[in-house]
């Protein structure tokens, strides 16, 4: 089983629409991570939580939110899609550590196609 | 921000040579990670460097920590057709904003011809 678990895999919906994408983990994690990944430009920090109570904006999180549910389970939500989200999406977590240097474990990724 | 810079973008080599790819950064990082994402997975983690000069190998992998803590690099050896795939370098700056955060480079695409 993976450690950390995304859903849906994949998601093709319209301009407008409300979606949530999910991540959830086994690992015992407290920090967990959304990014967008896009063909040349790496992956790009969204949203960040470093425990239940925190929640902290990254490079790009304009047209998103996020809400963690529970130690195991960070979400992502864009309230109205835009085509320029389309993307591949990915959850990222990482155990707590002194000087903030433990490596993040990423999930397999939510492709998400928005016509 | 900090700002990563990666290169090359892609490589086509043959089985059996060896690869090297670089980053570059606009500002000093305390940390330097490589990745690996093979089609339709999540990026999964090669090798950490947390001190500079540091050079860590993982099996045909050599990455290294540069002194000014602004690069890394990293090799591999006598490449197989598995070693497919894109390669990110990522770097944790220094604190404040920093803190925990990763900064990614837009990934070196490795084609190996059997």
């Known amino acids: 089983d993976a450690d950390v678990t995304q859903t849906p895999r994949n998601r093709i919906t319209k301009t407008g629409k409300r979606i949530m994408l999910e991540c959830s983990q086994t690992?015992?994690?407290?920090?967990m991570y959304w990014y967008r990944q896009d063909p040349g430009l790496g992956l790009r920090l969204i949203y960040y939580s470093f425990d239940v109570k925190d929640i902290n904006k990254g490079e790009i999180s304009d047209g998103y939110s996020v809400s963690r549910q529970a130690q195991a389970k960070f979400s992502l939500s864009l309230e109205s899609a835009i085509p320029n989200q389309t993307a591949l999406y990915f959850c990222a977590t990482s155990e707590t550590g002194t000087g903030g240097n433990q490596p993040q474990h990423f999930g397999d990724g939510t492709r998400l196609s928005i016509l | 921000g900090q700002q990563l810079n990666q290169s090359p973008q892609s490589m086509f080599i043959q089985e059996g040579e060896d690869v090297s790819m670089n980053c570059t950064s606009s500002?000093?990082?305390?940390?330097w990670l490589w990745y690996k994402q093979d089609p339709g997975e999540g990026p999964v983690l090669l090798i950490a460097l947390y001190k500079a000069g540091e050079l860590t190998s993982n099996g045909r992998l050599t990455a290294q920590f540069g002194i000014t803590r602004k690069d890394s690099f990293l090799n591999i050896s006598a490449s197989i057709p598995s070693d497919v795939g894109i390669y990110f370098c990522?770097?944790?700056?220094?604190?404040?904003?920093?803190?925990?955060?990763?900064?990614f480079g837009q990934g070196t695409i490795l084609t190996v011809h059997p």
């Open positions: 990522a770097g944790r700056g220094t604190g404040g904003t920093s803190y925990g955060k990763l900064t």
């Open positions: 690992k015992g994690h407290d920090r």
């Open positions: 500002s000093i990082f305390n940390t």
